[in-house]
């Protein structure tokens, strides 16, 4: 029998982690749904969601580039050029848009849009260990200390998860996509903590997109009828849903669930919306190459387009495994300056000006967070850093957050915080602020246990261009 990867709390966890074929899943119930596997309907159970709270809102969306693995904060955001021999890296600080704020050279084109952004150079938290636990802080608010391991059913809801409850979106829009990995705590390790539904369940885990946006034959299976799948056998099976939904309203309440999730599925494989957000090719190739033509750049052109058809929550994991991408223990500056680099200033640059020029950055946040920062000292190892987590530095940009500011600042090395310091509960709730729900509400599991939405933190109005009511 095949065994669970450790950290999986069941066998079913696990199975709806990772990539299963559709043919082994045409069946939920004693209802099947040509033409999709779980992995939709599970996504679906926020059409019952209510919203959280009547705040007015800075923004609708949320595009967040995680950088897994923990990029390093003085070689982009908080260059130390006259730090000692060991500690200043071997790249040049260069002026940026916003007059006496500098960047890495290696990031020229969003030095041209740091007036838009807000960078906040002193973050830190209590992981410096664990990939696993310093991800789950960084994306949940939940620092835990070191506690390590893979997703949990008993963790606290990724982002994306929790707006789908209190933001839920239109019936025929996916609320919530990661992409374009579900990254692993190592290579061939569980999935990493913070990017599902958790506490609220597996309904609330959001569509996972695993295919390359950048493949020629691009394409999303569960969102894809099969051939021999007509429409007029869609219209009979929405039909034999809402049938069975009105039986299940006088015998079970989870039955009604997963017939209405079943029958917002239906919607999305017959919304024109949702299909078109996923068709690339209908971008220029100017507009393609300016992304990147990697799999990192065109996940972030999926992610405007996601964005622009509806979706609330779109999560780009920069990683296959923790260890893969901005986890730099060796050649720290040959990895940045020859990949890495290049491929987020084109992706993350692009992005925002797209966005811009499309009217959508003021409603959209573009979040770029890592699990934590890299150390002050330089290693042996063919020029690397390691892990770092008492200093490192975010950039928001969009979103009614606050455009060329530079906040919190670090010490001579880079070590510490020396003014304003935060912690990702800090980030996140604004973010939740942001887009009009209160961090410091409730949300509740499936034993209608209270659960704060934000489980430490606090909103930062300073980062935010109004202050919200």
């Not at 009828?225 to 309440?253: C, H, I, N, P, Y």
Request: net charge neutral; hydrophobic share 35%.
């Amino acid at each position: 029998m095949t065994r669970a990867p450790s950290g999986m709390s069941t066998p079913l966890d696990w199975i709806h982690q990772i990539p299963v074929s559709r043919r082994k899943l045409l069946k939920i119930g004693s209802l099947g749904l040509a033409g999709m596997g779980l992995s939709l309907p599970h996504l679906l159970a926020s059409d019952a969601a209510k919203a959280n709270s009547r705040r007015s809102t800075l923004a609708d969306n949320c595009i967040l580039l995680f950088l897994n693995g923990g990029p390093s904060h003085l070689d982009m955001w908080d260059l130390k050029p006259n730090a000692p021999d060991g500690i200043r890296g071997e790249f040049k600080p260069i002026s940026t848009s916003l007059p006496g704020y500098q960047m890495c050279e290696h990031l020229p084109r969003l030095s041209r849009q740091a007036h838009l952004a807000t960078v906040v150079r002193s973050m830190n938290h209590t992981v410096n260990n664990s990939h696993a636990a310093a991800v789950y802080a960084s994306l949940t608010g939940h620092d835990r200390g070191e506690q390590g391991g893979g997703a949990k059913a008993t963790d606290h809801p990724s982002l994306g998860s929790i707006m789908a409850r209190v933001r839920p979106t239109e019936a025929n829009v996916v609320p919530h996509v990661c992409l374009p990995y579900i990254t692993k705590e190592g290579a061939g390790g569980p999935p990493q903590p913070g990017f599902f539904g958790g506490i609220l369940g597996n309904s609330y885990d959001p569509l996972f997109v695993l295919k390359d946006p950048n493949a020629p034959d691009f394409r999303v299976p569960e969102l894809t009828l099969q051939q021999e799948v007509s429409f007029d056998r869609l219209d009979a099976r929405r039909k034999l849903f809402e049938s069975a939904e009105s039986a299940a309203k006088a015998t079970s309440a989870t039955t009604g669930e997963m017939t209405r999730m079943q029958s917002r599925a239906l919607d999305l494989l017959t919304s024109e919306t949702t299909q078109r957000a996923f068709r690339l090719t209908e971008e220029s190739n100017a507009m393609r190459e300016s992304y990147g033509r990697n799999i990192y750049g065109q996940s972030a052109l999926l992610a405007r387009r996601l964005v622009e058809a509806g979706t609330r929550i779109v999560t780009i994991s920069w990683a296959p495994d923790a260890n893969a991408t901005w986890d730099t223990h060796g050649s720290n500056f040959v990895s940045l300056k020859n990949t890495l680099l290049p491929q987020f200033d084109a992706a993350c640059a692009s992005l925002v000006a797209d966005l811009s020029e499309r009217g959508m950055l003021e409603r959209t946040v573009v979040a770029v967070i890592g699990d934590f920062g890299r150390t002050p000292r330089i290693n042996a190892n063919n020029g690397g850093r390691d892990h770092w987590n008492f200093c490192y530095s975010v950039m928001m940009v969009g979103g009614g957050f606050k455009p060329g500011l530079i906040y919190g600042s670090s010490d001579a090395t880079g070590a510490f915080p020396a003014s304003q310091p935060l912690v990702p509960g800090d980030i996140i709730s604004t973010i939740y602020t942001a887009l009009g729900v209160d961090p410091t509400g409730d949300i509740h599991d499936a034993f209608q246990r209270p659960y704060r939405i934000v489980p430490a933190g606090e909103t930062v109005w300073d980062l935010l261009r109004d202050r919200v009511s």
